[in-house]
C-alpha cells in the first residue's frame, strides 16, 4: 500500500514563496502528482514529477527525490487567490493508474 | 467540451435508500475512477475502470457498486444508503495509466444520508 504525509496548514503571506512537502512511503511507484482544491470544488492537476529533479511551471514548481521518499511544491509569488488545498498523490506501479492521496495541505495566503 | 459531468450535484438519502450518481466524460479516456472526500480526509479510491465492461475495487468498495457499459459513462451505486456513506464523491478520468497530466475531475456529488 501506499503511507502519504503532508503537512495539515500552512499559512503564507501574498508576494512571499511557500514550500510544501510531501513524504511518501509506496509498495510501487509510478509517478506524484500535486492538485490544488479550492474549498468546494474538484482537485485541478498542477504537476507530475517521475524523475528525480524540479518541474517548474510559471509560479509552481515541483520537486523529486525517489530514493528519499520526498516532494515538494514551491509556490513563488504568492497571490490571494493560491489560498486553497494542496494535494500530494502517488501513483502505483500497476497499469491500472491508480493514485493514493494525501489527507492535503490548506494554505492561507494572508495580506 | 464539458470533460467530465457529474449528476446530480447534491442529494440527500435516508437511510436504506438506493440511489446512482453518474459520471459521463467526453474526452475518450480509457481510464475512470470513483473517490471518496470527507473532511480532513484524502481522497479515497472506491471503485475503478481500465475500460468499457471492466471494474475492480478500490480501497473502500464495501456497500458500492459500478458498471462502466460505456466508455464514457461510469456509475457508482449504493444499494442501501447509510449514514456513513454521508461524503463528497468525485469521479474522475484519464486518457491511460502511465499518463503524465494526472486525472480530471467531475467537480463532486455532495451526498447527505439521514
Known amino acids: 500500500g501506499q503511507n502519504i504525509d503532508q503537512p495539515t496548514e500552512m499559512t503564507a503571506t501574498e508576494g512571499a514563496i511557500v514550500q510544501i512537502n510531501c513524504t511518501y512511503q509506496?509498495?510501487?511507484?509510478?509517478?506524484l502528482f500535486w492538485y490544488q482544491q479550492h474549498a468546494g470544488e474538484a482537485p485541478t492537476f498542477l504537476s507530475y514529477?517521475?524523475?528525480?529533479g524540479l518541474e517548474e511551471k510559471g509560479r509552481f514548481s515541483s520537486f523529486l527525490s525517489r530514493s528519499k521518499g520526498y516532494s515538494y511544491l514551491l509556490l513563488k509569488e504568492l497571490q490571494m487567490k493560491d489560498s486553497a488545498s494542496y494535494l500530494c498523490?502517488?501513483?502505483?506501479?500497476?497499469?491500472?493508474?491508480?493514485?493514493?492521496f494525501g489527507d492535503g495541505t490548506t494554505l492561507t495566503v494572508k495580506p | 467540451n464539458a470533460g467530465v459531468t457529474q449528476t446530480p450535484k447534491f442529494r440527500v438519502l435516508k437511510t436504506g435508500q438506493s440511489m446512482t450518481l453518474l459520471c459521463a466524460q467526453d474526452?475518450?479516456?480509457?481510464?475512470m475512477y470513483w473517490y471518496r472526500q470527507d473532511p480532513g480526509m484524502g481522497l479515497r479510491l472506491i471503485h475503478y475502470?481500465?475500460?468499457?465492461?471492466?471494474?475492480a475495487k478500490g480501497e473502500v468498495p464495501d456497500g458500492y457498486n459500478v458498471s462502466r457499459l460505456k466508455k464514457q459513462n461510469f456509475l457508482l451505486g449504493l444499494e442501501s444508503a447509510a449514514p456513513s456513506q454521508t461524503s463528497v464523491y468525485f469521479c474522475?478520468?484519464?486518457?491511460?495509466?502511465?499518463?503524465?497530466?494526472?486525472?480530471?475531475f467531475g467537480s463532486g456529488t455532495r451526498l447527505t444520508v439521514v
Open positions: 474522475a478520468s484519464s486518457y491511460g495509466g502511465q499518463a503524465n497530466y494526472g486525472y480530471t
Open positions: 509506496t509498495s510501487g511507484f509510478n509517478g
Open positions: 514529477n517521475v524523475l528525480d
Open positions: 498523490a502517488v501513483r502505483d506501479g500497476t497499469n491500472a493508474g491508480k493514485s493514493t
Open positions: 474526452m475518450n479516456h480509457e481510464y
Open positions: 475502470s481500465v475500460g468499457e465492461g471492466t471494474t
